[in-house]
């Protein structure tokens, strides 16, 4: 794909047709946030909110992720939210592979538009995508890996912390992490 500026990509992917979750989506959910930011969080795809409302993270996990931020003292003018896939699959099935390929190149074109200095993976599959094919976010949810001239680390899904609390301690430590990463790059006033 021919690289776009913020205005042409977001038309060409709102207008996507290039897998079957476009039959069934009520929106595409573009992205949302900072366009100056080089701070980035990257989820799998859209929830039933999201979709009906075309912004990533807005339902129960949307709320969840606002708190998270707040933690460390960021808002959504802080970063910018996306997603693997734009278009909510049915039932919230995780996104099968060809729809992860046919959508990335819209997500690879925000990387570039950004260049943010910081990639945050919200759950497994983005971290499958972004980080390694492997990636096990059971064990390796934050570790920090820099590549190409960026820092990338994963943490659970807001959603995966509205399932199984207990994993909430880990997050909060995540977080810190990430706190000390955005000092560490000169990214916070404090």
């Known amino acids: 794909m021919e690289k776009m ?18 039959a069934t989506r009520h929106n595409v959910v573009f992205g949302v946030g900072n366009r100056e930011a080089k701070l980035l969080f990257v989820g799998e795809g859209p929830g039933e909110q999201e979709d009906l409302q075309g912004i990533p993270f807005v339902g129960p996990a949307g709320k969840l992720l606002d708190d998270m931020l707040s933690i460390i ?16 699959p049915p039932r919230n099935r995780d996104p099968q592979q060809e729809e992860q390929a046919m959508c990335f190149p ?8 950004l260049d943010p200095k910081i990639i945050v993976c919200l759950g497994r599959i983005a971290a499958q995508k972004l980080i390694a094919p492997d990636f096990r976010i059971t064990s390796q949810h934050g570790h920090w890996l820099y590549r190409q001239d960026r820092w990338y680390m994963a943490m659970y899904h807001p959603s995966a912390l509205l399932r199984d609390v207990y994993k909430r301690p880990e997050t909060f430590d995540d ?16």
């Open 106 to 113: 819209y997500l690879d074109n925000q990387i570039d538009l």
């Open 5 to 22: 500026d913020w205005d042409t990509l977001e038309l060409a992917c709102r207008s996507c047709t290039q897998c079957g979750l476009c």
């Open 175 to 190: 977080l810190l992490s990430l706190r000390e990463k955005l000092r560490e790059l000169g990214m916070r006033k404090d």
């Open 73 to 88: 003292d960021l808002t959504r003018e802080d970063c910018y939210i996306a997603n693997i896939v734009k278009c909510r």
